[in-house]
């Protein structure tokens, strides 16, 4: 099935609302002849700025994070309706290092999940193993577990608006990568689960990424491979010239 990539940049922690504008200003010219979907997931305090700058432009704008609650005491956190209000598309849940430093767990990814789709909002939900447990044999049986809790309660029409990032933990800043085989057999592995639960269609038509260490180098090949439908892009995607390689693959 021919699919649309999908390229996200994820920002973390980087970048000022004043770089940011800067940087999309930047990035909007270099994007007009893709016809894949470009998205930067800025920080929260950024995605003022990277909506008004990016408004006339290819680029999508997506936050790093929600919580799953409307509203109530819950200092520091940014709900669904917030993000909608502003004006934001896509937003990244389940990040490792959301699980890693922020304890947030299978049902709170799937929670954030019911509660972005509700909004109206298209999650990019990342799952991934760890060294260890791609080193004890048990990546494909973990990842299956982790993709059917993530959809737990998701109906076959909401499927349109998901996105699933696969991240091996241990492939992340570290520069090391999964081969093109390995990521696109893990990749191929969500989306059978994908069948299992909502059939071939529906799996078939489901954008499935790759992150972890993407780079320029190896961004081609890795989104040539039959399961792969871009990348969830980190420190590359700080970088305008590297961005923008990774963004036109093609050329």
């Known amino acids: 099935m021919n ?3 999908v390229i996200a940049g994820n920002w973390k922690m980087n970048k000022t609302p004043s770089e940011t504008s800067a940087f999309i200003a930047q990035l909007s010219d270099k994007v007009k002849q893709t016809n894949d979907i470009v998205i930067c997931a800025v920080p929260s305090v950024c995605i003022p700025a990277a909506l008004k700058t990016a408004k006339r432009s290819r680029i999508k ?6 919580h799953y609650e409307d509203n109530g005491a819950y200092t520091g956190e940014i709900s669904a309706n917030m993000l909608v209000d ?3 598309k896509y937003v ?5 290092e959301r699980r890693q430093y922020f304890g947030e767990t299978d049902t709170t990814v799937n929670k954030k999940v019911l509660k972005a789709l509700k909004a109206g909002l298209k999650p990019i939900i990342c799952v991934g193993e760890s060294l260890e ?3 004890m044999g048990v990546t494909t049986d973990y990842v299956r577990y982790q993709v059917g809790y993530a959809l737990n309660g998701v109906t076959a029409e909401d499927m349109k608006n998901i996105i699933i990032a696969y991240e091996p933990i241990w492939a992340i800043g570290t520069g090391r990568t999964a081969s093109n085989d390995q990521a696109n057999e893990v990749c191929n592995t969500i989306r059978k689960v994908i069948a299992e639960k909502y059939g ?3 799996a078939n038509a489901t954008l499935i990424q790759y992150g972890g260490s993407v780079n320029v180098k190896n961004a081609k090949e890795l989104f040539s491979m ?5 990348g969830l892009v ?4 700080l970088k305008i010239d590297d961005f923008d390689k990774i963004v036109n693959y093609n050329k």
């Open 226 to 230: 039959s399961d792969i439908d871009g």
């Open 200 to 202: 071939r269609r529906i």
């Open 86 to 88: 502003l004006g934001v």
């Open 61 to 66: 704008i997506a936050a790093q994070n929600m």
């Open 3 to 5: 699919r649309k990539k």
């Open 92 to 96: 990244i849940i389940g990040h490792s």
């Open 133 to 135: 447990q791609r080193e």
């Open 234 to 237: 980190g420190g590359a995607s």
